[in-house]
């Protein structure tokens, strides 16, 4: 029986998903490793039906009837909810884990879609095969049902990262947790929580074809400023900084303290030339502000660098990278002024 299978690309783009992702080691005494070792030793004494699936062939789809769940013996697959023109990823399931079980278990359709992204070996099991496996290991069955009611949780957690995210932003800040997040300085997210966003917005880019930018921007002469007036100055220009950062962006942007007097700013979904309008609104409005200190006027200019992926990168650091060598040509040009990557001119 042939099996349909999704493009070339597709499949690609949930490879990236997983390099990203950088899914645990599965542990070797879950009870679906204890189940997988059980049914090899049936092997030789009845008949088991074994499935082999190659790159990119769809193991099951969302509403299909949930009467076969399998055991993965070898290989990797993605489980995926919606359309597969634009679907959300919900995990990955390798060698010793199962995938079905719980349409099997509640006699009902399937809630996901499943896909091999790689040669994957399936052991498939009905109801009759599941119920002799736990007649004949009963100490196994509450390890196996914890089991199954976290891996509930585990993609509960999945599906509500995105909508927690966006809560996490609008809440008061009133626990150590949401401080932990943040410069507490400039009140914009710090340099490690950045890496959270930029690797989330760049999965979800790569789910939807869609494009995420990149600026990496730095105070001009900022150290002059703490020489000549202070590092209470300097302090109030990194909050000043900070609001004209929000000023200037989205809503669905995101702003974090890079290091020192350099910023990143992440603009999901945002084309060329949003990228280059935001650049050049930030840097404007960031020439016209100026602070106020001991009596003290104090202006400044800063410059910015841009990076857009998967144009400049395949992934969020590559990218990063990109927008710093960009910044780091703005300097070198003159200071107060944009660099798209790479520079052309």
Known sequence: MTFPTIPRAELDKYLSIHALQQPGRPDDKTPFKQLLAWMDQKQGGQTLME????????IMREGEPGDVFYVIRSGLAVIIKGDLESPTVIGFRSTGDAIG??????????????????????????RETFHQFLAENPALSLSLMSMLSGRIRESDEERLRGYVRERQKEEVLEDLGKLAILDPLTGLYNRRYMD?????????????????????????????????????????????AAAVFKKCIRSADSV??????????????????????????????FADMRILHNDNSIGATISIGAASFP????????????????????????RNRTVIYPNET
């Open 51 to 58: 499935r082999k699936c190659r790159p990119g062939e769809i």
């Open 101 to 126: 079980e719980m349409a099997l278990l509640e006699d009902r359709p399937r809630s996901a879609t499943v896909i091999a992204l790689e040669q994957v070996s399936l052991w498939s099991l009905g």
């Open 196 to 240: 959270e966003i930029l690797r989330d917005v760049v999965i979800y880019a790569i789910e939807h074809n869609s494009t995420v930018g990149v600026l990496m921007a730095d105070i001009d002469r900022f150290k002059e400023i703490n020489d000549t007036y202070g590092h209470k100055a300097g302090d109030l220009m990194l909050q000043a």
């Open 256 to 285: 974090c303290r890079y290091g020192g007097e350099e910023f990143a700013i992440i603009l999901p979904g945002a084309s060329m030339a949003v990228l280059a309008r935001c650049a050049e609104k930030i840097r404007a409005h």
């Open 311 to 334: 144009k400049h990168g395949k992934n969020g650091s590559e990218v990063l990278e990109c927008a710093d060598q960009a910044l780091y040509q703005a300097k070198r040009s003159g």
